[in-house]
């Protein structure tokens, strides 16, 4: 019987915090990314080697993407930190969620008198908790960079205003259209890692070899494009929230 | 019908439905798209990003159907 479980399964508890398969592989996607910048910024020359060049490819490229949106380069050195840890921490851990061994290497453990399969790894955007942390920072981060170039009242006037009858209904809409961008990056982030994930459970249990591929490059392409919207869809957001003139 | 067919006919029924309008939707985007591209194949990158953001919204709504078919199938 194929086990798929919606919950991300909980190996060991650290105190009262549960360490789940797919917080251990985001902590191990941290530690890789955190390393290639320890090592860029420890190797850093004026005359760049194969790695530095690479790297600074990977900014620049995500620098021109921003230009496109904000139209500015000095915003988007500024909004760049946020956008760049989305990117790469999203991209990053979808393919280590496609990695052999992720979903398959176990535990079989007996809970509630079933026996029951626990994979020591998982991938972390397959877990509603990190999409719906990853949302709910950035729907703040955009609202709190509002505020930092708006200031409190005209950023918030967006929402809260009694000038007119019609702005405000229109104003508690957008409030409530704000909750609803959290539901929505984090169900999108969810929904496509964990369908693929499933996808690829089914595939690999119906006919194990060479079908899987197609549904890998799938899968790897997925990873790419959904860390892509996040933060495209964030940049976007950035670019409407401090907007200087008026609608 | 016992409670448990009726529950896998939801499950498929969901999904089944949850995906009729997203599809139809990034049908329409993909040849509006198109047509802007073959009328003005410079802006050709502009448009592409512009349609891949749009289809990833569109996308995003069937994702919600399957999320439900999912709770319903597992939870």
Redesign the interface.
């Known amino acids: 019987m194929i086990e798929?479980?919606?919950k991300a399964e909980e190996l060991f508890s650290i105190g009262s915090f549960p360490v789940t398969n797919s917080f251990l592989v985001a902590v191990l996607a941290f530690v890789f990314l955190a390393l290639v910048g320890w090592r860029f910024k420890s190797g850093f020359a004026l005359i760049p080697g194969a790695f530095q060049n690479f790297v600074e490819m990977v900014v620049e490229a995500l620098l021109k993407l921003m230009d496109?949106v904000l139209q500015d380069r000095h915003k988007s050195e500024r909004y760049l930190p946020l956008i760049a840890t989305i990117f790469l921490f999203i991209m990053i851990s979808n393919w280590m969620g496609l990695l052999p061994g992720v979903g398959s290497i176990g535990l079989r453990e007996i809970q509630d008198g079933k026996e029951s399969f626990v994979p020591l790894l998982r991938a972390p955007a397959a877990d509603l908790n990190f999409t719906l942390a990853l949302a709910i920072i950035t729907v703040f981060a955009v609202n709190l960079f509002g505020t930092l170039t708006l200031g409190f009242r005209k950023h918030f006037g967006k929402f809260f205003t009694l000038k007119n009858p019609i702005y405000t209904f229109v104003g508690l809409l957008e409030f409530i259209s704000e909750l609803a961008k959290m539901i929505?990056f984090s169900?999108?982030l969810?929904?496509?890692v964990?369908?693929g994930e499933?996808l690829l459970i089914i595939i690999g249990a119906l006919v194990p070899y060479f079908v899987p591929l197609p549904f890998l490059a799938l899968e790897i392409f997925v990873g790419f494009?959904q860390a892509?919207?996040f933060s495209?869809?964030t940049i976007?957001f950035i670019a409407i929230a401090t907007a200087k003139e008026g609608h | 019908m016992s409670p448990d067919t009726v529950k896998l006919l939801a499950i498929a029924a969901v999904m089944a439905f949850g995906a009729f309008m997203p599809a139809l939707a990034i049908g329409m985007i993909g040849s509006k798209a198109m047509e802007a591209m073959g009328r003005n194949p410079e802006a050709a990158p502009k448009i592409q990003t512009a349609m891949i953001l749009v289809t990833a919204f569109v996308e995003a709504i069937a994702i919600y159907a399957l999320v439900v078919a999912l709770i319903l199938k597992f939870v």
Do not use: E, K, P
């Open positions: 798929i479980s919606l496109s929505s169900f999108r969810f929904g496509n964990f369908a499933v494009v892509f919207i495209m869809l976007v």
